[in-house]
């Protein structure tokens, strides 16, 4: 029980500890693991190009197995974050590196972008991730999927990014299936549909 205890408090201090500023853009983030510690995770950092970068992924099964592979994940994502390359390479790069760590019935699902404050404009790659919503002030909602296969099963998938901009009063919203997946008193799964 102790072990796990410390498990669960270094996986908290994984996750970031501020909200940053971005001008204009406000960010909240949030997670409750369903064990002590699980797979959810998400993260933010600095570009040196000056963008923001931000992520939310979810390494499969719960606990123990699932928060180990997380780790894996964010010392390598923080460490291609320091480096200046196109997202969709930077997408397959990690993807090779978690293949190459990963055992045969693990994977994990990224949802990766980098917004640039001054313009909102966001590059993003989904690899296998729920995709996001992008709730546009006029009540449209684009679903943000580009991108390609989970990662952790084939080290030589492609990736592929896509950009969108947000404007004025436009909510991005990335979340695992920890949310998509919640039950109510009757059992009853809950549907991305109800989210807006």
Not at 25 to 37: D, G, K
Not at 47 to 54: I, L, S, V
Not at 81 to 97: C, H, S, Y
Not at 116 to 129: K, L, Q, S, V, W
Request: charged fraction near 20%; proline fraction near 7%.
């Amino acid at each position: 029980a102790r072990d796990m205890e410390q498990a669960a408090e270094i996986q908290r201090s994984l996750l970031p500890s501020e909200t940053p500023s971005l001008g204009a853009f406000q960010i909240a983030a949030h997670t409750i693991p369903c064990r002590a510690v699980g797979g959810d995770y998400y993260d933010y950092a600095w570009m040196p190009d000056g963008r923001f970068a931000f992520v939310v992924a979810d390494a499969s099964g719960k606990g123990m197995p699932a928060s180990l592979l997380v780790s894996c994940l964010q010392a390598r994502l923080l460490t291609l974050i320091e480096e200046d390359m196109p997202l969709g390479e930077m997408a397959a790069r990690l993807n090779r590196g978690l293949t190459a760590k990963c055992p045969g019935n693990r994977f994990v699902t990224v949802f990766m972008a980098c917004l640039d404050p001054r313009t909102g404009e966001i590059e993003y790659a989904n690899a296998g991730h729920n995709p996001p919503l992008l709730v546009r002030a006029s009540g449209g909602v684009e679903y943000l999927e580009t991108g390609g296969p989970v990662m952790g099963l084939i080290s030589v998938a492609p990736y592929t990014s896509a950009k969108i901009r947000m404007g004025p009063g436009d909510l991005l919203l990335a979340f695992s299936d920890g949310v998509t997946e919640a039950v109510n008193s009757a059992y009853e799964e809950f549907s991305d549909e109800r989210l807006w």
